[in-house]
């Protein structure tokens, strides 16, 4: 018996977006302890494992470097997946430059791709590392999912933004040097332990323009950045399970001449999310984030 197709439903209670897919339940876990002893699906030479190749950004030689494909346990009706590296690496900090690079180019491609889709008003972009971040499939991807609205977080990052008058991303962002939270930096990003963290370790890059485009980026510095972002996280913490998305409002949630600082939000899988946060929608944080961001810098006390 086929299970149905995802839709989308609301918590009448909240006015919260719910996917049901009972698809998912099929996926074949390729991590933690029920993984299952099979080859890995997007490794060279394995693509037919994978439904059809959408789209891919190739060296020199023709050969992939990202490559990306419909979801074969979809949680809408546009869900895809983005294989980065064609070799079998684990962990984002593993990918070289070029890697990420070529992730980067096609992150932004399927984004606008997906959002030029009928019926799309949001393609969120995310990626799980980790059996205990929610990956079935070890091998480093990123995963564009076409939403009917706005998830309520980035809506409720929109409305503060407008009750300000002024970016809050960028509020944290520039004084994060001088207050000891900074992780990188560059001429063009920052990456960051925002003030103050939801949870230990959670980290954020954002462009230093509050007003640059996502589509327009440095894709050069912006690779620079992610890099050094997951090798502070591998050099902190040991290459723990992580989650990282991608917060950006297209223009058509926005009024005329309004911006939105568009940034990546990362949280390592160090802890646990208990009553207060899955109940109340709260935080618990117990490392303060000037400490965090010095251990993601200067790496683990010995």
Not at 149 to 160: K, V
């Amino acid at each position: 018996m086929s299970a149905p197709d995802p839709r989308t439903v609301v918590d009448p209670t909240t006015g919260r977006p719910i996917l049901l897919a009972p698809k998912r339940q099929r996926r074949p876990m390729h991590t933690g302890r029920s993984k299952v002893d099979a080859r890995c699906p997007f490794c060279l030479g394995h693509e037919a494992d994978t439904p059809p190749e959408r789209d891919a950004v190739r060296d020199e030689r023709g050969a992939w470097r990202a490559r990306a494909f419909e979801n074969k346990y979809p949680a809408t009706q546009h869900h895809e997946v983005i294989a980065e590296g064609a070799q079998h690496h684990e962990h984002p900090c593993e990918l070289d430059l070029e890697t990420w690079r070529a992730a980067l180019e096609l992150w932004r491609r399927r984004v606008a791709h997906m959002e030029s889709e009928p019926g799309i008003a949001h393609a969120f972009l995310f990626k799980n590392v980790g059996a205990r971040a929610g990956a079935s499939i070890a091998h480093n991807h990123s995963q564009v999912i076409g939403l009917e609205q706005l998830p309520p977080r980035l809506q409720l990052e929109l409305e503060r933004q407008r009750r300000a008058d002024r970016s809050l991303i960028a509020a944290t962002a520039s004084s994060a040097e001088s207050e000891g939270r900074a992780v990188f930096a560059n001429r063009a990003f920052i990456a960051f332990s925002p003030d103050p963290p939801k949870l230990p370790f959670e980290t954020w890059l954002a462009p230093r323009d509050p007003h640059s485009d996502f589509f327009d980026a440095d894709l050069d510095l912006l690779a620079e950045a992610m890099l050094a972002w997951f090798q502070a996280l591998d050099r902190g913490l040991g290459r723990p399970d992580c989650n990282l998305w991608l917060h950006r409002i297209g223009a058509r949630h926005l009024a005329d001449g309004e911006t939105f600082h568009w940034h990546f939000e990362l949280q390592p899988r160090t802890g646990q999310l208990a009553g207060l946060e899955l109940g109340g929608d709260m935080y618990i944080n117990s490392v303060p984030a000037p400490i965090a961001a010095a251990q993601l810098r200067d790496g683990r006390r010995r």
